[in-house]
């Protein structure tokens, strides 16, 4: 896609520790982000016209992965073609070698480190396909990170470590706008990403 497409950009389609589903969207390059679009979307969706724009800005924005484009995580990775269907070939190589142990899917823990890096190497106060959303809702960035923390929360909860998640959870909550804040969202907490 990012040979084919000036900007990729990456959205969770859940936040769940295992199976979970991310979808990659190419776009022209000038393309950006509508937060006034999210709100009415989230608004319809929701049927729930006194919903504060915030929150539904936080419900959307938390599934936002990152912009693909310019990461450099992909420049050696060989390129899919009908010609040369490299997915194809490989699909079940890579599931056997996940089941001799050799190999490990991109979920749990490695998409958790994926989405660090991506945050790293591209980071939300220059995403360019935040831009509107930046200029018009500043605090919104940190409903991305959100989103990161939860995920996180979700995978070290999977694996019975518990202080960890819950200082996840925390972060979540406290990046997160709410009418009245969760009881657990009073004690402060790191803001940074993945914790091991």
């Known amino acids: 896609m990012d040979a084919v497409f000036p900007q990729v950009v990456?959205?969770?389609?859940?936040?769940?520790?295992?199976?979970?589903?991310?979808?990659?969207?190419?776009?022209?390059?000038?393309?950006t982000l509508d937060p006034e679009a999210l709100v009415r979307h989230g608004r319809q969706l929701a049927g729930n016209t006194p919903l504060p724009d915030?929150?539904?800005l936080a419900s959307a924005?938390?599934?936002?992965?990152?912009?693909?484009?310019?990461?450099?995580l992909f420049e050696d990775a060989p390129i899919n073609t009908l010609d040369r269907p490299v997915i194809?070939?490989?699909?079940?190589?890579?599931?056997r070698r996940v089941q001799a142990g050799e190999a490990s899917w991109l979920m749990g823990r490695n998409l958790g480190h994926f989405y660090?890096?991506?945050a790293e190497r591209n980071p939300l106060q220059k995403d360019p396909y935040l831009a509107r959303v930046r200029?018009?809702?500043?605090?919104?960035?940190?409903?991305?990170?959100a989103g990161r923390h939860y995920y996180h929360y979700n995978v070290l909860r999977n694996e019975g470590q518990g202080p960890l998640?819950?200082?996840?959870?925390?972060?979540?909550?406290?990046?997160?706008?709410?009418?009245s804040p969760p009881q657990e969202a009073e004690s402060p907490t790191t803001r940074s990403g993945?914790?091991?």
């Open 61 to 72: 924005l938390r599934m936002y992965a990152g912009r693909i484009t310019d990461s450099g």
């Open 165 to 179: 998640a819950q200082r996840h959870l925390r972060a979540f909550l406290e990046l997160t706008p709410f009418h």
């Open 54 to 56: 915030a929150t539904l």
């Open 10 to 31: 990456a959205w969770r389609g859940d936040l769940f520790a295992d199976g979970s589903i991310l979808a990659l969207i190419g776009t022209e390059e000038d393309v």
């Open 135 to 145: 200029a018009a809702h500043p605090p919104a960035l940190g409903y991305v990170v």
């Open 194 to 196: 993945w914790e091991e």
């Open 88 to 95: 194809e070939y490989q699909a079940p190589r890579t599931q």
């Open 116 to 118: 660090e890096t991506l």
